[in-house]
């Protein structure tokens, strides 16, 4: 490790992202002040074009410093099972997903009329087998640890590309 490195290491490092969108699929266009990201040539091989979703960021905090409230996360997910299970199965750890938590009564939390669906965004932190089959485990990088159950393929949902702040 170079001092640089040492200098600036603070024990608390997080596992990176995978290299989900190569260079090769972000073209700038200075004159007209745009960035794009060509979806079809990301480095998860999807058959299909991809769903993106581009949520804000709820307030929640458990995503500081990474990304907070208002900021503005790049989302992918299959278009079809086929690529639904190509995207989980390029899943490493480190790489920040949207997955469902729980199935809730309400939607305010006073209101037990529907239920509706609870989604985190959290690193994804450890990878295994079960007897139920592979589960991912997430944690906030705000966290103190990590969350308490384990995400089977069917509950992960978006794979995070970027965030806008």
């Not at 490790?1 to 990176?16: A, D, Q, R, V, Y």
């Amino acid at each position: 490790m170079c001092w640089l490195s040492k200098l600036f290491k603070s024990g608390l490092e997080k596992p990176s992202p995978s290299d989900i969108v190569p260079e090769t699929s972000i073209t700038v266009y200075e004159a007209l002040g745009q960035v794009v990201i060509n979806v079809a040539k990301l480095n998860v091989p999807f058959t299909k074009l991809p769903k993106v979703w581009m949520p804000g960021v709820p307030d929640t905090g458990s995503m500081d410093p990474s990304f907070d409230f208002e900021h503005n996360n790049i989302l992918i997910a299959g278009a079809d099972e086929v690529d639904h299970q190509k995207l989980v199965d390029f899943l490493k750890v480190g790489d920040i997903a949207v997955y469902r938590v729980m199935e809730s009564p309400t939607d305010d939390l006073n209101d037990f009329s529907k239920a509706h669906k609870i989604y985190a965004i959290h690193r994804i932190m450890e990878i295994g087998k079960d007897s139920e089959g592979r589960y991912f485990r997430f944690q906030g990088d705000n966290n103190a640890v990590k969350d308490p159950y384990k995400v089977r393929d069917n509950e992960v949902l978006y794979l995070c590309i970027g965030t806008i702040f």
